[in-house]
Every structure is written in C-alpha cells, then in structure tokens.
C-alpha cells in the first residue's frame, strides 16, 4: 500500500475543487438531484469517484458544496446604508434569485428537499442557516437606522421576499427581474416594513369596522 492509500492523500481545493463544484451544478441543472450520481459527477469533472470522496462524505454534501459556492455570496451581508439596496444587493446579480442558472438548480434543490431528509438536513444547515442569518442582520440593521417598524416580527417580514419571488417563477411562470425584484421591495416589503402590524388585526377582518 502506498503512502498515498494508507491516508496521506491530497485534499481536493483550490481550483480543482472548483472546477468540481462547478461540473456538480451542470449535472445538477440537467438532470435533477435523483439522477445526479458520483460517478456522473466524476465524469464530468473528468476526476475519480475517490478524489470526490475524498473531499465530500456523499452526495448530499457535495451539492450543498456546490449550490454555496455557486451563491458565493451567501454568508456575505451586504450594506448599501439602506434596506431596499440592501435586499436588491443580496437578490440580485450573478448566483441571486434572478439568476436563471440559480433557478433552475433550487428547483432541483427543492425537489431533493422533499425526496431526500438527509439531502434536507444538509442543505437547511449549511446553506439556508447562513443565508437566514445574513437576512436577518440586514433587517436588525435596517430597524437600528429606522427604516423597521419595532414591532415588525422579523421572522415574517425576513422570508417574505422570497416567498414571494419564488411563488412568481415557480407557480406563476414569471420571470424574475431585477425590475421585479424592486416592484415587490416597493409594493409589498417596504410598506410591511415601515408600517409595522396592525394595531387591531380582528378590525381588518370586519367590513363595518371604521378606523
């Protein structure tokens, strides 16, 4: 046995890691989660199965490896000095929500969420986790500027954005814009924002009700 096979064998990094990385988001994108194999990624990356193995325990992690580099900005928060730049500036560009390659992995993603508790637990720690922690740092920043309402519940407001998108592209069939991205920002999130709760919610429910 050689040295290499006893357990002193390379760490798989720099740019042969991306390019990894990058070869599991093209098999990702064309044939979904379920298909997406090892071996298949190897192939592509034209690498051996051990050298993924190597660096990644199984294939829930190297996806979520890979769907974070591609987002490589997902633990950074931005800070533009106002909310609505803020937002547009984590959303938007290369690896954000209006990104078509980036859609068309998260509805794989999604897809293996549903299919995969393993691949779910995964992708919910290490990449949803910190993306939840950047958003929430941007909107207690926005709230210490006095652009949230105080007793606006961030867990609510914070996810609101994409759900919102996301329902437009994925159920709707819109196409995500930087432009509509803004329209949601101004129309619906903003507002929510600035204006906090209602101060009587059962009046909302009332037609006779008078404010």
Do not use: N
Not at 137 to 155: F, K, N, S
Request: aromatic share 4%; proline share 7%; with cysteine.
């Amino acid at each position: 046995m050689t040295p290499i096979e006893a357990g002193t064998r390379p760490r798989v990094e720099g740019e042969r890691e991306q390019e990894i990385l990058g070869a599991t988001l093209e098999v990702l994108a064309e044939v979904g989660y379920d298909l997406l194999t090892m071996d298949a990624v190897a192939t592509r990356a034209k690498a051996s199965k051990a050298t993924l193995y190597r660096r990644w325990r199984g294939k829930p992690e190297l996806v979520v490896a890979a769907v974070t580099y591609h987002h490589a900005t997902a633990t950074t928060v931005p800070d533009t000095g106002t909310l609505r730049g803020d937002l547009l500036a984590a959303y938007c560009g290369s690896g954000g929500i209006d990104d078509p390659r980036a859609q068309a992995v998260l509805a794989a993603v999604v897809t293996a969420m549903g299919r995969d508790p393993e691949f779910a637990e995964v992708y919910r720690r290490d990449f949803i986790g910190p993306k939840v922690a950047a958003s929430r740092t941007i909107y207690e920043r926005a709230r210490e500027r006095g652009e949230v309402h105080p007793d606006v519940d961030l867990t609510i407001l914070a996810p609101s954005l994409a759900g919102i998108v996301l329902h437009r592209a994925f159920l709707l069939g819109d196409v995500v814009t930087p432009e509509l991205i803004g329209r949601i920002l101004d129309e619906v999130i903003l507002p929510a924002a600035r204006c906090g709760p209602l101060s009587d919610p059962s009046a909302s429910l009332d037609p006779t009700h008078e404010p």
